[in-house]
Nanobody, 121 residues
């Protein structure tokens, strides 16, 4: 079992910045990939960014050039640096991780509880 805990959300004015963090805890696991998703009220959950390594990342078109995803493997932590925030970025942001255990190859999917990001105009 892996627990993901997000932090760093809050209220910010348009044009401002926030950095979200997600720390994974547990034992006997290896994180293969991590990502950030977001969901606004009444909307579908959508992918924001994913990361396998520093050279293997993916971003939604709506956040390219503004958001940066990174990870610290030693700390089992993923970050989302959000710059030039817009009101349409307002959502609950969820951390996601694909993990494996021991020498196993099967991947398991875990989600954090979410952190609220509100961007005012």
């Amino acid at each position: 079992q892996v627990q993901l805990v997000e932090s760093g959300g809050g209220l910010v004015q348009a044009g401002g910045s926030l950095r979200l963090s997600c720390a994974a805890s547990g034992s006997g696991f290896s994180i293969n990939a991590m990502g950030w998703y977001r969901q606004a009220p009444g909307k579908q959950r959508e992918l924001v960014a994913t990361i396998i390594s520093s050279s293997n990342t993916n971003y939604a078109d709506s956040v390219k050039g503004r958001f940066t995803i990174s990870r610290d493997n030693a700390k089992n932590t993923v970050y989302l640096q959000m710059n030039s925030l817009k009101p349409e970025d307002t959502a609950v942001y969820y951390c996601n991780a694909h993990v494996s255990y021991g020498l196993g190859t099967r991947e398991y999917d875990y989600w954090g509880q979410g952190t609220q990001v509100t961007v005012s105009s």
